[in-house]
């Protein structure tokens, strides 16, 4: 009898419910708050080579199945167009993916991963781009967000020399794991990338954990950030085609050309470091120096990257809005030179284009925020009230202390951005790497009790659509 479509789908199904019962035995024995004994150890890997098993013979009927889908096998009929059928849908790395949702939600449930950290992880796994990247993505958040990983980490930087050797049995595994993936990586690279250093935990990745909330930086919040595993990022972007009426008359007619201008030049992943010299007695403290490291190296990369989006040259770094905009139209100047009137706001406002209201916010520097909140009209009252409620002409203000807050004479100064921030972009490599310095030394050459974390990381930025803002020069 002729094998049927129904008889694969019965098939992969029964292979990805055996390989979820195998996953969540596996989970069990990680649970065990303790190192494990050698015949634990064995179990544990007899299933994990049962885990792959079934990962691989649901892959191979997935993909049988999907052959069958083209080529009109048995059965083929009873399946097309079943209300509620998501077998079309499911991915051959769905594994990975269900795999590095648990690891973010126990990273979660542990305290380890904020919250808005967690939701740019789930979206990186989820929604990112092609089969292969989004494969990297998911092992990245499994094996780099390993409890496990995170342990052995924690003990390389409290002792570089020996840490390795107080590894157990599972961070060593877990250690090799990350290695794996990291060399990965760096070979899907494109030019030259640094080699050595170890990547850092999911969790203290700055690629996830520069915070919205609290962050100095309110672009990450209003602007468009996204995450890749290589140099750079492309995405399709234009202003947007042109729609028309043909008409009611049923006279045919040739549709007008409506096709928009495309651009779809990458954006780069820049190179960014920071240096942290830190104690030997806090390196012995692996908790507390965990957390340490966390704050204050997002915290600095925080403030790097913040002036960067702003005021970036685009030469070994990223493109600021304010780069990217001057010699463009976009640009608007005030109604006098180095000076600040409510006219100004207004006409800066009606400038942008119908299309990009809808969306846009304001930013400005503090000191350009309180000139404003003091305007004031012939009888005394506040020319922008709503001001204290975080408005200007009906819509939201952002501070942002990288633009000009002062009126320089003869110079340019860009004191009020306006417009659809989604038509910026950041851009987030993950995998960011933390090489360890054992010994630091003074003037003298002798050693100061020191040891040094230098954390390297990439980030880029551009503009796709000028005409999306509008940026006052005063």
């Known amino acids: ?59 191979e009927l997935d993909a049988e199945w999907r052959q069958m889908v083209v080529d009109g096998g048995p059965g083929i009929r009873a399946v097309r167009g079943v209300p509620g059928d998501d077998y079309p849908e499911r991915s051959p790395r769905a594994g990975e993916r269900d795999q590095a949702l648990r690891q973010i939600e126990r990273s979660g449930r542990a305290g380890y991963l904020a919250d808005h950290a967690a939701e740019r992880a789930t979206a990186l796994v989820e929604r990112f781009g092609s089969q292969r990247e989004q494969s990297l993505a998911a092992r990245w958040v499994t094996v780099a967000g390993d409890d496990h990983y995170r342990s052995a980490f924690a003990k390389l930087l409290g002792d570089p020399t020996r840490g390795h050797l107080m590894w157990t049995e599972r961070e060593r595994e877990a250690y090799q794991r990350v290695a794996e993936l990291q060399s990965e990586m760096r070979a899907m690279s494109v030019g ?36 890749t595993v290589t140099n750079s990022w492309t995405g399709l972007n234009s202003a947007g085609a042109t729609a028309e009426w043909l008409g009611a008359d049923n006279t045919a007619r040739e549709a007008a050309d409506g096709s928009p201008t495309i651009n779809d030049e990458p954006i780069p992943a820049y190179f ?67 000076t600040l009137v409510a006219g100004d706001v207004f006409n800066l406002q009606n400038q942008l284009p119908p299309r990009f209201q809808g969306r846009a916010q304001w930013c400005a520097n503090l000191a350009i925020i309180n000139s404003l909140r003091q305007m004031e009209t012939t009888n005394g009252a506040l020319k922008f009230p709503e001001l204290a409620n975080g408005q200007l002409l009906g819509r939201p203000i952002n501070e942002c202390s990288d633009m000009d807050g002062t009126l320089t004479a003869a110079a340019n100064n860009f004191i009020l951005a306006y417009g659809d921030w989604t038509q910026f972009v950041i851009v987030d490599r993950i995998g960011a790497t933390l090489e360890v310095i054992p010994n630091l030394v003074g003037a003298n050459r002798r050693p100061t009790g020191q040891r040094g974390a230098f954390l390297w990381y990439r980030t880029g930025s551009d503009v796709l659509v000028d005409n999306a803002f509008r940026l006052l020069n005063a």
Not at 209 to 221: E, F, V
């Open 272 to 338: 960014g470091d920071v240096f942290t010299p830190y104690s030997y007695e806090l390196g012995m403290d692996a908790v507390d120096f965990l957390g340490e490291l966390t704050r204050v190296l997002v915290d600095a990369a925080d403030v790097h990257q913040a002036a960067a989006y702003v005021t970036g040259s685009g030469v070994n770094q990223p493109t600021g809005f304010t780069v990217a905009l001057t010699g463009t139209p976009s640009v608007v100047a005030t109604a006098g030179a180095d």
């Open 1 to 59: 009898m002729a094998r049927t479509i129904q008889d694969v789908m019965a098939e992969h199904k029964a292979a990805k419910e055996r390989g979820a019962r195998l996953v969540a035995e596996m989970e069990t024995i990680a649970d065990i708050e303790r190192d494990l004994t050698p015949g634990e150890r064995e179990r544990l890997d007899r299933i994990q080579r049962g885990v792959d098993r079934a990962i691989a013979e649901a892959n």
């Open 192 to 227: 030259t990338v640094g080699a050595g250093g170890y990547m850092v935990p999911m969790t203290l990745d700055p690629a996830l954990n520069i915070s919205n909330a609290g962050s100095i930086n309110p672009l990450r919040r209003i602007s468009r950030v996204v995450q």
